[in-house]
């Protein structure tokens, strides 16, 4: 090797990374936290724990990285125009199984490479799929064993839920469930013998009950069931946390609520016994084995906060983990008794720490500025004490200011202290913002989440108003300069707050959001007509009434406030051919409304298209704001 050469090329990467450097920071604050790379939390192979993958946008594109944590080596597993984001690793870490869709649609198959890159692998099995004789479908749940055998989840508008089981040693995969219902892939028990399922066969979307199957050879049968929700007035919800990782072990570590909010329990699915784990904790509680299976992982929730503890099964003793006071968005205990876990808080960027104190996984090349902290608001509302995140613009003074209502997905989610760029670029330019956890939104118990049924979208919005009724009458928001914006479930809240409420808002922005109720139910994946059956009370046919109630469609004679649409053409949950009938109606009634197509799915992860869309909605801003 020339030594001059050498040099020659490691100046010229000096220089490279000097100049991109520079570039970065003269872009503005809210621009770099959307530019600079992030990572997730790594995942890592239960039986060759130095092998993880982790997610990251590091390319301007989130995709799934490889890393060797015995020499350190990284790698980018995929690399696909509109990006990835499920994969995962067989127990002993020799092979990827990552999710191929097309642009987004969620619709595909999954393939597989060896741990060590393409290259490390026969021709024919460089990205290969993974089981060839299943169809493409939307994925349902996937489970990897330690002999080569498989447990893939699919879900289909024409075969409903279907799980198949996958061997080395067999031509063709296993059909070993079916329903119309929604179900799925809860996990695989140590041995292969067991597989959990969760399903919702009672039909009620938001309550699943649990199922374990035996595999014995080719012959496949019921070995337990546990359901807390058919038969019941309540019905009450279970979710498969995992089997007990140990060889020989039936335990399945189970979330349930049945003291109205989420906790764990351990079930013996050989004796059937039932071990609640009872903690002295306000909020939602999930949890998640220690590799030796002699302590629990906790997580809490609790006000928009989490923190994680770790609680032994031998003596019940619950010792708090240290973490920074924020949102913790995944953890995972290793090994040697460390803990692994994703941190953020609204002021500052997420970071993968230890509970050792090392940060275990940092991002390359700059990093994102920090924001403004979230206040805390309580509400009086009609269902009850609703809960309000505020962040103000720093120096801003007490208002009023002009303000973003930024109204969650799901609609079972909740916001939290949590770092997020584009609620920080609207701090950024001026704006205060408030975000709100609406009746429905997790995290604050069962009863609140519940209380979303029939009167879909009405709900919310009567929360959404008082949270407005005291920013303005707290002095904190404008009443003439009040934005109404959210994407998904929050985009579907955004048009029909601006037809349910018009004179409530001065502006609306919607991404990828549910415009035609009823169109939208036809043309979504089959998962979430189930999700709309429950919420609503049955089909459009059913209950028309009720639909027609919830759909934004309905009001759009009403709609005074302009309005700004961003919309997928790919998006399988919130299809393109409702949000065209919504734009048509505001077309013929001559409301003032742009849209902005894009083509991908629910959302982009595509760092440059995220920046474009934030920039078309500030600019949509400026224009309409002041002129109303």
Avoid at 48 to 55: D, G, T, V, W, Y
Avoid at 283 to 304: C, K, M, N, Q
Wanted: hydrophobic share 40%; charged share 25%; proline share 7%.
């Amino acid at each position: 090797m020339d030594p001059m050469s050498s040099e020659s090329n490691e100046s010229s990467e000096t220089r490279h990374a000097a100049a991109a450097a520079a570039a970065f920071d003269a872009l503005p604050a809210w621009e770099q936290r959307f530019r600079a790379a992030r990572v997730g939390l790594p995942e890592w192979a239960e039986d060759a724990p130095e092998r993880s993958l982790f997610l990251s946008n590091a390319t301007g594109t989130y995709e799934i990285y490889a890393w060797n944590r015995a020499d350190g080596a990284q790698r980018r597993v995929t690399d696909r125009p509109n990006g990835t984001t499920e994969a995962t690793l067989t127990p002993d870490g020799e092979w990827i199984w990552w999710f191929d869709d097309t642009d987004g649609d969620e619709f595909g198959v999954w393939r597989r490479q060896r741990f060590g890159g393409p290259e490390a692998a026969d021709v024919g099995e460089r990205d290969a799929e993974a089981v060839p004789g299943l169809a493409p479908a939307y994925p349902a749940g996937l489970a990897l064993g330690r002999h080569g055998e498989a447990v893939v989840g699919r879900s289909t508008d024409e075969d409903g839920s279907t799980l198949h089981l996958v061997r080395p040693d067999s031509a063709s995969p296993l059909e070993i469930y079916r329903h119309r219902e929604s179900a799925g892939v809860g996990d695989l028990s140590h041995d292969g013998t067991l597989i959990a399922v969760d399903h919702t066969e009672h039909g009620d979307a938001m309550h699943s009950a649990l199922r374990v199957l035996r595999v014995e050879g080719d012959t496949v049968s019921v070995a337990c069931e546990l359901d807390d929700a058919t038969g019941r007035e309540e019905p009450l919800g279970l979710s498969c946390l995992g089997f007990a990782p140990l060889p020989g072990d039936a335990r399945m570590l189970v979330a349930h609520q049945r003291r109205g909010r989420w906790e764990p329990l351990i079930w013996d699915t050989a004796s059937g016994a039932e071990q609640e784990i009872l903690l002295d904790l306000p909020g939602d509680v999930t949890a998640e084995w220690y590799p030796d299976a002699t302590a629990l992982l906790i997580e809490h929730s609790f006000r928009a906060r989490s923190e994680l503890y770790r609680y032994d099964l031998t003596t019940g003793v619950l010792t708090l983990l240290e973490t920074p006071p924020g949102t913790v968005s995944g953890a995972s205990a290793r090994p040697d008794g460390s803990v692994e876990f994703l941190w953020s808080s609204a002021e500052q960027p997420p970071v993968v720490r230890s509970t050792s104190g090392a940060v275990v996984l940092a991002a390359p090349g700059p990093q994102a500025p920090s924001s403004v902290p979230v206040e805390d608001v309580w509400v009086d509302g009609p269902g009850g004490t609703v809960h309000a995140l505020v962040q103000r613009p720093a120096g801003a003074g007490t208002g009023p200011l002009p303000c973003v209502f930024e109204i969650h997905g799901g609609p079972t989610w909740h916001d939290s202290d949590s770092f997020a760029a584009g609620p920080a670029a609207w701090v950024d330019h001026g704006y205060a913002v408030v975000r709100v956890n609406y009746r429905g939104s997790t995290g604050y118990g069962r009863a609140w989440t519940d209380a979303l049924r029939h009167r879909v979208g009405l709900i919310e919005l009567e929360d959404i108003a008082a949270v407005r009724e005291w920013a303005v009458s707290s002095g904190l928001a404008d009443p003439e300069r009040i934005i109404l914006a959210g994407g998904s479930w929050g985009g579907y809240l955004t048009l029909l707050g601006l037809g349910v409420q018009p004179d409530a808002w001065a502006l609306g922005l919607a991404a990828v959001p549910v415009a035609d109720y009823v169109t939208a139910y036809h043309d979504e994946m089959e998962a979430l007509k189930a999700m709309d059956r429950t919420l609503v009370g049955g089909t459009p046919e059913e209950v028309p009434d009720r639909y027609a109630a919830s759909s934004p469609l309905t009001y759009v004679d009403e709609v005074t406030a302009p309005v700004y649409i961003s919309a997928g053409v790919n998006d399988p949950r919130c299809p393109i051919r409702q949000i065209d009938n919504y734009v048509a109606a505001l077309e013929k009634q001559g409301k003032t409304h742009e849209v902005y197509r894009y083509d991908a799915g629910h959302g982009s992860l595509v760092v440059e298209e995220r920046i474009k869309q934030l920039r078309l909605e500030l600019d949509f801003v400026a224009r309409h704001l002041q002129a109303r």
